[in-house]
C-alpha cells in the first residue's frame, strides 16, 4: 500500500516520473520501519519481538516487488531493441 499510495500522491502532484517511482519506493520501505519501531516500543519483551515477526518478513521480501518491475523493465527494453534492430536490418535488405 506504501507504494501505490505515495506514487499516486506523487503523480498527482506532478512530479518527474523518476520521483514518483522514488517516492513511492522510499513510502513502502518506510512504512514497513514505522510498523517496526511502534510494535516495539508499545510491547513488553517477548511480546514485542513476537508482534513484529510479521512487519520484520515484510521488510525483507520488500525489494522482490521493486526487483521484479526493474527486471521486466530490462526484458522489455531488451526485446523491443531486438525487434527494432531486426526490422531495421530487413528495412536494408534489398528486396528480390
Request: net charge negative; charged share 15%; with cysteine.
Amino acid at each position: 500500500m506504501g507504494y501505490i499510495f505515495g506514487g499516486s500522491i506523487a503523480a498527482l502532484l506532478k512530479q518527474d516520473w523518476k520521483d514518483v517511482i522514488a517516492i513511492g519506493v522510499e513510502t513502502g520501505v518506510q512504512n514497513t520501519g514505522l510498523a517496526i519501531f511502534a510494535l516495539q516500543i508499545s510491547f513488553n519483551q517477548p511480546e514485542a519481538d513476537i508482534a513484529t515477526v510479521l512487519p520484520v518478513a515484510v521488510a525483507m521480501m520488500t525489494p522482490i516487488v521493486p526487483c521484479l518491475v526493474f527486471l521486466s523493465q530490462k526484458v522489455h527494453a531488451r526485446r523491443y531493441k531486438e525487434v527494432s534492430l531486426s526490422q531495421k536490418e530487413d528495412s536494408l535488405t534489398p528486396s528480390v
